[in-house]
């Protein structure tokens, strides 16, 4: 039998590491005071391909309800929650949420997810407590090998904003810009009849690494007060992420927004030592206009899958087995209940290629049951 492209099995410590990193996200943020919330997995598709969420039906899982509505299954936490929130008090700010979303666009189907989100708070106060509960939460899984990259949706916006692009040539644009395609920019530009831009976007396909490049476009962009009030606000998120101790922080100006609600500053993480992205996020106020609210959202989600490949295997606990018989197998439970750190296994006969570090056996003695070592 096969499964699905995009569909796998696991064994073992995948699953482990996934259930390890479920609980340390779980204390993690239960002692930041992020509040639960789960939503359904099944939900309208309207949640996510409204105006303001504006994500792709294309790429989601769905089919049509009993009234011809179409249904999804959930492709994405923020915008659920954005949903199952909106009527609550803003008091309640703080949001942690797991589970899998579902999506084709992706080398996997499901995907499994940690996130929070902060909704009516402080903008800069959400923002920083996204970026160090991410760390704290890194660093509760002992993976400390990361660079954390900032970006913001408004450079792109600013400098492609004056000229007109129809919806499908800005969607071709923002994928040349994520894929860092120079020459594709500098084609799509030009066949919009805007070759001005061709210059000011490339070089921003290349605006990213350390902190110089915020004082280069400062120079750049001295004349646009809006530019540089996005590189103080970057700078600032860089200071604080630099006093939390995290030595490696990047700065890409060229970012464009990997999500279509995002509106404002934009992170993300990534493992040293193969690049993958660990979690993933940014600002959305946006989002709550469809709620006819006007607030502060921003938040992250992390690939746990991704993190429980990179985590460091537990310590695996002594491994014995108990030779029972049906008549003295009950014996063997009560002694396997008292073995507390050990993983124990009862078995009647002992396979040739099994995989013990200890084997005890039950024996009779003066018609009282027994266990010993063999
Ligand atoms: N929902 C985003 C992550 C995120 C949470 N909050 C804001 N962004 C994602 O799946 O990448």
Do not use: H, I, M
């Given at each position: 039998m096969f499964l699905p492209a995009g569909s796998q099995d696991e064994t073992g410590i995948q699953i482990s590491n996934r259930l390890r990193a479920a609980e340390s996200f779980r204390l993690v943020t239960k002692k930041r005071n992020f509040k639960t919330i789960s939503t359904p997995?099944?939900?309208?598709?309207n949640t996510f391909t409204n105006q303001m969420a504006g994500m792709d039906l294309h790429s989601m899982l769905k089919w049509f309800n009993a009234e011809g509505e179409i249904e999804v299954?959930?492709?994405?936490w923020t915008a659920a929650i954005a949903r199952a929130i909106a009527g609550q008090h803003p008091s309640e700010q703080k949001w942690s949420y797991q589970g899998s979303v579902f999506r084709?666009?992706?080398?996997?189907?499901e995907n499994r997810q940690a996130g929070i989100e902060i909704v009516h708070a402080d903008q800069f106060l959400g923002e920083a407590e996204s970026l160090l509960t991410a760390i704290a939460y890194l660093k509760n899984l002992t993976i400390d090998t990361y660079v954390i990259e900032l970006g913001h949706t408004g450079i792109f916006d600013a400098i492609v904003g004056p000229y007109h692009f129809d919806e499908k040539q800005e969607l071709v644009l923002l994928d040349a810009m994520h894929d860092k395609r120079s020459d594709l920019v500098e084609e799509i530009v030009t066949q919009a009849g805007h070759p001005a831009l061709a210059e000011p976007l490339v070089a921003l396909i290349d605006a990213y690494g350390s902190r110089e490049i915020i004082n280069t476009y400062r120079e750049r962009w001295k004349k646009h007060q809006d530019l540089l009030d996005i590189l103080s606000h970057i700078e600032k998120l860089m200071d604080l992420l630099e006093s939390a101790g995290v030595t490696e922080v990047i700065v890409d100006l060229g970012r464009v927004k990997n999500?279509?609600?995002?509106d404002g500053i934009m992170f993300r993480g990534f493992l040293?030592?193969?690049?993958?992205?660990?979690f993933s996020g940014g600002r959305y106020d946006r989002l709550y206009e469809q709620f006819q609210q006007k607030t502060s959202a921003v938040g992250l989600a992390f690939d746990v899958d991704t993190l429980a490949k990179h985590m460091n295997a537990e310590q695996e606990p002594e491994k014995i087995c108990i030779l029972a018989t049906p008549a003295t197998h009950a014996v063997a439970e009560q002694f396997r209940i008292d073995m507390e750190e050990q993983v124990v296994d009862i078995q009647y006969q002992l396979k040739s290629d099994a995989n013990y570090q200890k084997i005890y056996q039950v024996v009779e003695e003066d018609s009282q049951y027994k266990v010993v070592e063999k």
């Open positions: 997995v099944v939900e309208y598709a299954l959930r492709p994405d084709f666009d992706k080398d996997e189907t999500l279509p609600y995002y040293t030592n193969d690049g993958s992205t660990c």
